[in-house]
């Protein structure tokens, strides 16, 4: 079992950047696999970045490729997200995802949520 919480969202101007954080409680953490999906209002939530259970392999939607950069830091059970050069289409709830030890792309492949944190980017 792993506890999420996120933070880190606000609203922020079109070029700007935001640095979202999780943080993850249990024991284990160093064996999920970590994603951020967003859910914009009216849309899906859909997959933004992955990271493995040991940070050697991330992956990206292909939309945020060269902006967003995930990252985990096993000792403190964090996850985090940098985004930069946001753009108004960004905005959007950003959720925090743990699925133990394989990383997945969808939503259904994460077994562990957050609450969610709101980025809004304004243009």
């Known amino acids: 079992q792993v506890q999420l919480v996120e933070s880190g969202g606000g609203l922020v101007q079109a070029g700007g950047s935001l640095r979202l954080s999780c943080a993850a409680s249990g024991r284990t953490f160093s064996s999920y696999a970590m994603a951020w999906f967003r859910q914009a209002p009216g849309k899906e939530r859909e997959f933004v970045a992955t990271?493995?259970?040991?940070?050697?392999?991330?992956s990206y939607a292909d939309f945020v490729k060269g902006r967003f950069t995930i990252s985990r830091d096993n000792a403190k059970t964090m996850v985090y997200l940098q985004m930069n050069s946001l753009k108004p289409e960004d905005t959007a709830v950003y959720y925090c995802?743990?699925?133990?030890?394989?990383?997945?792309?969808?939503?259904?492949?994460?077994?562990?949520w957050g609450q969610g944190t709101q980025v809004t980017v304004s243009s």
């Open positions: 995802a743990a699925r133990l030890r394989a990383w997945g792309v969808h939503v259904n492949d994460y077994n562990f």
């Open positions: 990271i493995s259970w040991s940070g050697g392999i991330t």
